[in-house]
């Protein structure tokens, strides 16, 4: 069996700009602890106190059916609310073979928990593939939905960039940004293109993932990198290159790849996901609406259909296998990834990897000494693949609440979902 073109046509909703401030402690409740449950007849549960746009990573107690229902069609419907720069649907989709099986354990996930989408790739086929049940979010989402990736876009990005750079358009060993006059004046000018994608840049003082820019308390998807650029960086220096995770670093290594290709991003695009890994719909970065590029207006944020998620890891693997220029990027991402150990609190799910580098998760504890790349997206995306072992686990979910250490590190060190 194959899985080829989608033919649902389920109507989609779609998406809006997010940015949610929470504290290490709510970061820690999303993995593991004392689970609190809302009742499921308590209607919908609003978090005005932090955004009324999506629902909190960790929150406690976890969401109830009805609060996934009326959050997801929020999220999705997002998409429409921004302009987009994105590929053309391939016309000879990448077909991937099955072996399904069936689990209790990922049945009862599916059946309680903000999981939308999940699939199991080892060894060239397909073996777990589920979506949540129509009556819970299988409603909003089909197989042509674009689901929103949040913070897997920065590993496209960096994947994007080992194209560029293995087309010539970027120097690979040591690309300096200082042909770029929309960051002239600010501590990223003259920055080596290797400190930004290790999150190394030297700007913890003036940016940071839970409160954005710490200036004017705006986040970084409230405007196009212009405007940052001149309020809130005009004149900044870099401090100490210590790792500072944060979502502007990203969305600046996007553009500056724009630039380089003279704002005309098509052609890499359609070589990266519609040639090379025959992805069955267009795959968006978000550009804020109304924007010209030349401002800095792309957002490090994508949409892909589910299995699209999958075609782009199933090419990285590919790449990897071949041992060809971009396979050698991601090897060099492997080797040269720097520690992160002591960055996040011990029971959040990024604490597992021990290493950063090129917007990928390196290194994750009980795998070490195996080569695997894990990309993480905020209310429990997820992405992660197995080189040596050609696997791959890719989750969409409308919250984090579902069993990580089972379904996704589980699965990738295991080899399958645990068996009841």
Not at 1 to 29: C, E, H, T, Y
Request: hydrophobic fraction near 35%; aromatic fraction near 12%.
């Amino acid at each position: 069996m194959k899985v080829g073109r989608g033919n649902n046509q389920l109507p989609f909703l779609m998406r809006k700009k997010d940015w949610v401030r929470i504290s290490a402690i709510g970061f820690a409740l999303s993995v593991s602890g004392c689970v609190q449950k809302m009742p499921a007849d308590a209607g919908v549960k609003i978090y005005e106190s932090i955004s009324a746009k999506r629902i909190p990573e960790g929150v406690q107690p976890e969401p109830n059916l009805a609060t996934l229902q009326h959050y997801l069609p929020i999220e999705l419907s997002g998409r429409f609310r921004q302009d987009s720069i994105g590929s053309t649907p391939s016309s000879n989709p990448l077909e991937i073979e099955t072996n399904l099986q069936k689990s209790k354990f990922l049945d009862g996930e599916l059946k309680s928990s903000g999981l939308i989408s999940y699939l199991f790739y080892e060894d060239g086929k397909l073996i777990y593939d589920e979506l949540s049940p129509y009556k819970r979010l299988g409603q909003f989402v089909d197989n042509s939905t674009p689901l929103k990736s949040n913070s897997i876009a920065k590993s496209w990005t960096s994947y994007l960039l080992a194209h560029a750079m293995c087309n010539g358009i970027l120097n690979r060993r040591n690309h300096v940004i200082n042909d770029w006059k929309l960051v002239t004046d600010t501590l990223y000018d003259n920055q080596n293109l290797y400190d930004l994608l290790n999150m190394r840049a030297g700007d913890q003082n003036y940016v940071t993932e839970q409160d954005g820019m710490l200036k004017t308390e705006r986040w970084v998807h409230d405007a196009a990198l212009y405007s940052f650029m001149q309020i809130e960086l005009k004149g900044s220096q870099p401090s100490v290159k210590k790792y500072n995770y944060n979502t502007l670093v990203a969305t600046l290594t996007l553009n500056y790849l724009v630039h380089k290709l003279n704002y005309e991003p098509q052609e890499l695009l359609n070589q990266v996901f519609t040639k090379k890994a025959r992805t069955e719909h267009t795959v968006t970065f978000e550009v804020q609406a109304g924007t010209p590029l030349e401002y800095g207006s792309a957002i490090a944020v994508g949409w892909a259909s589910r299995y699209d998620y999958l075609r782009i890891a199933i090419a990285m693997l590919e790449d990897w296998k071949q041992n060809n220029c971009v396979g050698q990027y991601l090897r060099e991402t492997v080797n040269t990834s720097q520690s992160v150990r002591g960055f996040y609190p011990t029971d959040f799910r990024l604490a597992m990897a021990t290493r950063y580098g090129r917007f990928f998760f390196t290194h994750l504890k009980g795998m070490r000494d195996r080569n695997v790349l894990y990309m993480d997206g905020y209310g429990g995306q997820a992405l992660m693949i197995d080189f040596d072992n050609s696997r791959i686990v890719s989750v969409n979910a409308a919250h984090d609440n579902y069993n990580w250490d089972e379904l996704v590190y589980g699965a990738i060190k295991h080899g399958d979902i645990w068996k009841e």
